[in-house]
């Protein structure tokens, strides 16, 4: 059995609700070693603050505003929970980010909602998890700038360009990779092999992005396995040694006990 941790999964949606304990304890017998729960909003942070609790050492969380939802973000009251978050146990901020394909936020309230929490996490030394989608360049030079800073992130569920992803390498942040790179759509192997064994990270996403075989159902941890594999078939190496090391990769970079 091959050992993983989810290091995104939105466990405190409300598509688990009817069996959020099943869908932990069946990623436990499938060889998971932890789930970080995404906390994309604050009110979903404080539902996955409850997951976490109720599954101690087991499930994890984090705390931020989805680049979605940066229309309504307040650094004056969202801040501060943020901060709570975190003195609470939240092991990053995020997820936060840009994303100028959907647009549901003015491109400039994203920016704006992003740097914010790039600050937060720079002040309380915590990683940041960051979405972008069609958003390159704006990403790049934030990215860019929080690391020369010295903060540390993650590029999560990771579609993007080569030049990102080594900008972000350079600067010290981890890669992730979901169940999209077991799409037949999925083409740029040499991505998957550019990212060093040592900031690698593997996610589901859950309860999206399913993997083949599972494409289509709702996703969950436990399927992560199957991201591993296909991960481990491109680089070369067995899907253990590669489970082994990106959890070992989400242990350093959430700071995981």
Known sequence: ????????????????????????????????????????????ARRASDVAAAHPGFVWYTAGVHPHDAADFS??????????????????IGECGLDYHY??????????????????????DRPVVVHTREAEADTLDM??????AGVRGVLHCYTG????????IAGGWYVSFSGIVTFKKWTDEALLRLVPDDRLLVESD?????????????NEPAWVSFTVARLAAVRGVEAAALGASTAANARKLFGLA
């Open 1 to 44: 059995m091959t050992t993983f941790i989810d290091s995104h999964a939105h466990l405190a949606d409300p598509a688990f609700d009817t069996d959020r304990d099943a869908v932990i304890e069946r990623a436990r017998l499938t060889g998971a070693a932890a789930i970080v729960c995404i906390g994309e909003s604050l009110a979903a």
């Open 75 to 92: 650094a004056e009251r969202d801040v501060p929970e943020i901060r709570e978050h975190v003195a609470n146990g939240a092991v990053a």
């Open 103 to 124: 647009d549901h936020s003015p491109r400039q309230r994203q920016i704006t909602a992003f740097s914010a929490q790039l600050a937060v996490a720079k002040e309380l």
């Open 143 to 148: 990215v860019r700038e929080a690391a020369a």
């Open 161 to 168: 360009s080569m030049g990102l992803a080594e900008v972000a």
């Open 206 to 218: 859950s309860p999206y992005l399913a993997p083949v075989p599972h494409r289509g159902k709702r």
